[in-house]
């Protein structure tokens, strides 16, 4: 979940009391953006002071952890809510990303029956994103005789430049997501924004 205030990345995506919190009077605060919901707020977690950040947890009134708050340490006025989201592009940027289909409805049945997860991320290499991929970096690819690994092996020697045209950013369980027009997410990957939102998948 990348800050809004500062070039950083929050990783810690548990929706559990945090360890920080555990003995903590929180107190309770509301934010603009979800009116009528009241919120409690955590202890300072100081592991963000020296990037100038004071963090904070958010706990809804069942005890689950659903966000944070940031704020500049020199200015407490400035602050940013981070929201987290069952959609994790949404939580990945606090932006609002549409959910579609599973990638394997847009395959043949043939298609569907040949391929397993690992081999329609290899296969797809380039066109099929995760999450971590953006704030992470991209699997190695190399190429063997006649398939791909993500592993160097004996049979698997060249390491193969990856590239990403018309990228379909999936979930773990291979749902699709569009971004909005305007997401930092082509930014990120060095690319302009498509006319077109949703691109088609090659069998």
Request: hydrophobic share 35%; glycine share 2%.
């Amino acid at each position: 979940m990348y800050s809004l205030l500062k070039s950083i990345i929050y990783e810690d995506l548990s929706r559990d009391i945090i360890e920080l919190d555990e003995d903590f009077e929180a107190s309770e605060w509301e934010y603009s953006e979800k009116p009528g919901e009241k919120f409690f707020r955590g202890a300072l977690n100081t592991q963000y002071i020296s990037e100038g950040l004071d963090v904070y947890s958010l706990y809804d009134e069942n005890s689950e952890r659903v966000g944070i708050v940031e704020h500049l340490s020199d200015n407490h006025a400035e602050f940013r809510t981070l929201w987290f989201s069952d959609n994790p592009w949404n939580t990945l940027f606090q932006e609002e990303w549409k959910q579609g289909l599973s990638v394997y409805s847009l395959l043949s049945p043939e298609a569907y029956e040949d391929s397993t997860e690992l081999d329609m991320l290899l296969k797809a290499h380039d066109r099929l994103v995760l999450p971590e991929y953006i704030y992470k970096e991209f699997p190695s690819i190399f190429e063997c005789k006649c398939s791909l690994s993500f592993s160097k092996t004996k049979n698997c020697q060249t390491k193969k430049k990856v590239s990403v045209k018309d990228p379909f950013f999936i979930d773990e369980s291979f749902i699709i997501y569009y971004p909005p027009s305007n997401s930092k997410v082509w930014a990120k990957l060095g690319l302009q924004p498509p006319v077109s939102s949703e691109p088609e998948l090659q069998e």
